[in-house]
T-cell receptor
Framework: GAVVSQHPSWVICKSGTSVKIECRSLDFQATTMFWYRQFPKQSLMLMATSNEGSKATYEQGVEKDKFLINHASLTLSTLTVTSAHPEDSSFYIC?????????????FGDGTRLSIL | AQKITQTQPGMFVQEKEAVTLDCTYDTSDQSYGLFWYKQPSSGEMIFLIYQGSYDEQNATEGRYSLNFQKARKSANLVISASQLGDSAMYFCAMREGRDTASKLTFGTGTRLQVTL
């Protein structure tokens, strides 16, 4: 079954709106979560690494004031796209790691399709 | 240089046949992990198989196996007995170093289409 839950699945909103996406680890604690962005027919690009209780680590070129990440608990990380514009329309997907063993994959949520009108 | 290279944008395979999806990687780390994920049109990322850099045997998970050739830095995914439900995008990814909290770097993906 799913180990990471992401909500909402779809968002359509007007330009200038702020949108919050939630990523929850189910039945396990995730000190680290990851946020990715995927444009159509392209690969996943890491936006930031979310660390519980501390500031997120953003990848080069990602605006931290635009994409606010909060990892306030061991089971929840949120990504807020502030003052969203049409160019922010994309597929956003989060992931978490279940354990500390080297063979542990990142488990992904189902993703959020964001459309800004 | 690209860390993960998938040279096949698209592949076709007939149902019940085997197919190999190519992946080469570039790293100077001695410790790393290689992952394959499947992404159906619905968008979710499904973990398929893992190969560690120190693993001496090729990983296998059901119909999936990984042809790991360390000297050539390749980690090809082999899907045996293809099924229509295998039609999806397939991504190869690498995690460098020993820290499991390290980020994954993804390749550009291969779209697999299984035909009757």
């Amino acid at each position: 079954g799913a180990v990471v839950s992401q909500h909402p699945s779809w968002v359509i909103c007007k330009s200038g709106t702020s949108v919050k996406i939630e990523c929850r680890s189910l039945d396990f604690q995730a000190t680290t979560m990851f946020w990715y962005r995927q444009f159509p027919k392209q690969s996943l690009m890491l936006m930031a690494t979310s660390n519980e209780g501390s500031k997120a680590t953003y990848e080069q070129g990602v605006e931290k004031d635009k994409f606010l990440i909060n990892h306030a608990s061991l089971t929840l990380s949120t990504l807020t796209v502030t003052s969203a514009h049409p160019e922010d329309s994309s597929f956003y997907i989060c992931s978490a790691i279940l354990g500390a063993w080297s063979n542990q994959p990142q488990h992904f949520g189902d993703g959020t399709r964001l459309s800004i009108l | 240089a690209q860390k993960i290279t998938q040279t096949q944008p698209g592949m076709f395979v007939q149902e019940k046949e085997a197919v190999t999806l190519d992946c080469t990687y570039d790293t100077s780390d001695q410790s790393y992990g290689l992952f394959w994920y499947k992404q159906p049109s619905s968008g979710e990322m499904i973990f398929l198989i893992y190969q560690g850099s120190y693993d001496e045997q090729n990983a296998t998970e059901g119909r999936y196996s990984l042809n790991f050739q360390k000297a050539r830095k390749s980690a090809n995914l082999v899907i045996s007995a293809s099924q229509l439900g295998d039609s999806a995008m397939y991504f190869c990814a690498m995690r460098e170093g020993r820290d499991t909290a390290s980020k994954l770097t993804f390749g550009t993906g291969t779209r697999l289409q299984v035909t009757l």
